[in-house]
């Protein structure tokens, strides 16, 4: 509960963003910020009746520009403290005669779980941090009084990242030792203002930088709302600009000639029809790995179906996927794999499936079903005495995981890995494995990490406990898939960050 007495004051004045004298200082601690964050979180400041019953128009726009600048002070601090934290496990791990390759192993994973973000995140807000309290304390300055928020100090910090520590620093100052210059810039102009002093300081780091983001040029996918997918290619300027102005062109020049379509529809099919050398609404062959009930295939249930490597889709959309091979009133639509691991014969014709009509060229889809336990959801366990994951329990784990397993990790799934190694006696089980990424199956391996799984009746479904140092363990539990009830599940299940000592694991 917050009491006034938290905040009181030892004294000490901080400046306004500008440098003005204001209230005096607090010494922070985690109570008192909890405290604060109650407050602030639980204060009745609107309501639907009344509008605002304890303030006007005006303090209501001043108080929403003074939280503004609290978030920016906010993340400052958490600057501040990645920073230090990183500095003491270092310097204890040192003393220790940890190998200086190990020393900073898992410190970003534990700023990411404190921080409720995904490991990637917490690596970028690490480096921002050092980078922040070492090499750019003007930059720091704006961000702690509110002039830049957290974005603006990643962007100054981005576009110096290819230049010596005395260029950085002296933009460092040029931009941000008087916060006039850099207030009221947004994104685009401060960004733009970093990459012209650093190109008049270096010339040549920006030239091996552009030479290097060249190097790094891909291809990536991400699921969108209603079962569309954002497909992304980060290309040199010179090449992305070419594809979007033939992509434009083409769209151009069918409307003219009468075609409905609009132009971003046009513009989408011609990227689709020339990258896959085939028209875009031509059928494709593909194996699709549809975790659904028995209900939703054959009784037109409305529950949703899980897609590998998308999420959940709509029934009836599922239904439609499957109907590309699947007959009514047929048997043997589909043909799954062996149970002992071999993929064997995943697709083919329904048997008196009549043929295609001339000319007409179908789509081959092989389906791969996955069952779920009765009443749970669970999927049905597979065991193997290897080292190594079999193909079909890897299709199995990464079906069940559907991303990275680490919380509030949403990477894709790269690593097939043992929960307790296969050296401590793990076994090669459905049970003993998990997805994750490549970066939280490194991360696993730093000092003093450990983990175990949750017995299935305990936990309902999949969980996995990891204990890291200093902190408190965290329950990473499998996602629901088709069939899973949704009713009488502990709500705790879905992610537990209590402190474990002292209580039963999985209690509220």
Same mark, same amino acid.
């Given at each position: 509960?917050?009491?006034?007495?938290?905040?009181?004051?030892?004294?000490?004045?901080?400046?306004?963003?500008?440098?003005?004298?204001?209230?005096?200082?607090?010494?922070?601690?985690?109570?008192?910020?909890?405290?604060?964050?109650?407050?602030?979180?639980?204060?009745?400041?609107?309501?639907?009746?009344?509008?605002?019953?304890?303030?006007?128009?005006?303090?209501?726009?001043?108080?929403?520009?003074?939280?503004?600048?609290?978030?920016?002070?906010?993340?400052?601090?958490?600057?501040?403290?990645?920073?230090?934290?990183?500095?003491?496990?270092?310097?204890?791990?040192?003393?220790?005669?940890?190998?200086?390759?190990?020393?900073?192993?898992?410190?970003?994973? &534990?700023? +990411?779980?404190?921080? #409720?973000? *995904?490991?990637? @995140?917490?690596? $970028?807000?690490?480096?921002?941090?050092?980078? /922040? =309290?070492?090499?750019?304390?003007?930059?720091?300055?704006?961000?702690?009084?509110?002039?830049?928020?957290?974005?603006?100090?990643?962007?100054?910090?981005?576009?110096?990242?290819?230049?010596?520590?005395?260029?950085?620093?002296?933009?460092?100052?040029?931009?941000?030792?008087?916060?006039v210059r850099v207030d009221g810039l947004g994104p685009r102009a401060l960004a733009a203002r970093a990459q012209q002093l650093a190109q008049?300081?270096?010339?040549?780091?920006?030239?091996?930088?552009?030479?290097?983001?060249?190097?790094?040029?891909?291809?990536?996918?991400?699921?969108?709302?209603?079962?569309?997918?954002?497909?992304?290619?980060?290309?040199?300027?010179?090449?992305?600009?070419?594809?979007?102005?033939?992509?434009? &062109?083409? +769209?151009?020049?069918? #409307?003219? *000639?009468?075609? @409905?379509?609009? $132009?971003?529809?046009?513009?989408?099919?011609? /990227? =689709?029809?020339?990258?896959?050398?085939?028209?875009?609404?031509?059928?494709?062959?593909?194996?699709?790995?549809?975790?659904?009930?028995?209900?939703?295939?054959?009784?037109?249930?409305?529950?949703?179906?899980?897609?590998?490597?998308?999420?959940?889709?709509?029934?009836?959309?599922?239904?439609?996927?499957?109907?590309?091979?699947?007959?009514?009133?047929?048997?043997?639509?589909?043909?799954?794999?062996?149970?002992?691991?071999?993929?064997?014969?995943?697709?083919?014709?329904?048997?008196?499936?009549?043929?295609?009509?001339?000319?007409?060229?179908?789509?081959?889809?092989?389906?791969?079903?996955?069952?779920?336990?009765?009443?749970?959801?669970?999927?049905?366990?597979?065991?193997?005495?290897?080292?190594?994951?079999?193909?079909?329990?890897?299709?199995?784990?990464?079906?069940?995981?559907?991303?990275?397993?680490?919380?509030?990790?949403?990477?894709?799934?790269?690593?097939?890995?043992?929960?307790?190694?296969?050296?401590?006696?793990?076994?090669?089980?459905?049970?003993?494995?998990?997805?994750?990424?490549?970066?939280?199956?490194?991360?696993?391996?730093?000092?003093?990490?450990?983990?175990?799984?949750?017995?299935?009746?305990?936990?309902?479904?999949?969980?996995?406990?990891?204990?890291?140092?200093?902190?408190?363990?965290?329950?990473?539990?499998?996602?629901?898939?088709?069939?899973?009830?949704?009713?009488?599940?502990?709500?705790?299940?879905?992610?537990?960050?209590?402190?474990?000592?002292?209580?039963?694991?999985?209690?509220?």
């Amino acid at each position: 509960m917050f009491e006034e007495s938290m905040l009181e004051p030892p004294g000490g004045p901080v400046p306004d963003m500008l440098g003005a004298p204001a209230e005096p200082a607090l010494r922070l601690s985690a109570r008192r910020v909890a405290a604060f964050a109650a407050l602030v979180g639980s204060a009745a400041l609107f309501d639907p009746d009344s509008g605002l019953p304890d303030h006007s128009a005006d303090e209501a726009l001043e108080m929403l520009r003074e939280l503004e600048v609290l978030k920016s002070a906010a993340c400052a601090a958490q600057a501040r403290l990645a920073a230090g934290f990183d500095h003491v496990v270092r310097s204890d791990r040192a003393a220790r005669g940890v190998p200086a390759e190990r020393q900073g192993q898992g410190v970003a994973a &534990q700023l +990411a779980i404190a921080r #409720r973000e *995904s490991p990637h @995140r917490g690596k $970028r807000h690490l480096g921002l941090g050092k980078i /922040l =309290v070492t090499e750019m304390p003007h930059t720091l300055r704006a961000l702690s009084q509110g002039v830049l928020d957290e974005w603006g100090a990643t962007l100054l910090a981005r576009e110096t990242a290819c230049l010596a520590l005395d260029d950085r620093r002296r933009i460092d100052e040029d931009m941000c030792s008087d916060l006039v210059r850099v207030d009221g810039l947004g994104p685009r102009a401060l960004a733009a203002r970093a990459q012209q002093l650093a190109q008049a300081l270096d010339p040549h780091s920006v030239v091996a930088r552009a030479a290097k983001a060249e190097s790094e040029r891909r291809v990536t996918s991400r699921p969108a709302p209603d079962t569309m997918v954002n497909v992304t290619a980060l290309l040199p300027v010179a090449a992305g600009v070419s594809v979007v102005a033939a992509l434009s &062109q083409e +769209a151009e020049r069918c #409307r003219a *000639s009468g075609d @409905r379509r609009s $132009r971003g529809q046009i513009m989408a099919d011609t /990227l =689709v029809e020339r990258v896959t050398g085939r028209p875009a609404r031509a059928p494709v062959d593909l194996e699709i790995q549809l975790v659904m009930t028995d209900r939703t295939l054959f009784q037109g249930d409305a529950e949703p179906a899980l897609l590998n490597g998308y999420g959940v889709v709509p029934a009836q959309w599922a239904r439609s996927l499957v109907g590309c091979t699947f007959i009514p009133g047929s048997s043997g639509v589909v043909v799954d794999g062996d149970a002992d691991g071999d993929d064997g014969d995943v697709g083919g014709e329904p048997p008196g499936a009549p043929d295609a009509p001339p000319g007409d060229k179908a789509a081959r889809v092989w389906l791969r079903r996955l069952y779920t336990a009765p009443g749970s959801g669970e999927l049905m366990a597979m065991d193997s005495r290897a080292r190594a994951f079999p193909t079909l329990m890897k299709k199995f784990i990464t079906t069940r995981d559907a991303t990275c397993r680490t919380p509030w990790c949403d990477a894709p799934i790269r690593h097939i890995d043992h929960v307790v190694a296969f050296a401590a006696g793990g076994a090669t089980s459905t049970d003993n494995g998990q997805g994750l990424c490549e970066a939280c199956n490194y991360d696993k391996e730093a000092e003093g990490w450990s983990e175990e799984t949750v017995s299935e009746a305990e936990a309902g479904r999949h969980a996995v406990v990891t204990t890291r140092p200093g902190g408190p363990a965290t329950t990473s539990v499998a996602p629901p898939l088709p069939g899973t009830p949704v009713n009488g599940l502990p709500a705790d299940l879905v992610l537990d960050i209590t402190p474990r000592h002292g209580r039963r694991r999985g209690a509220a």
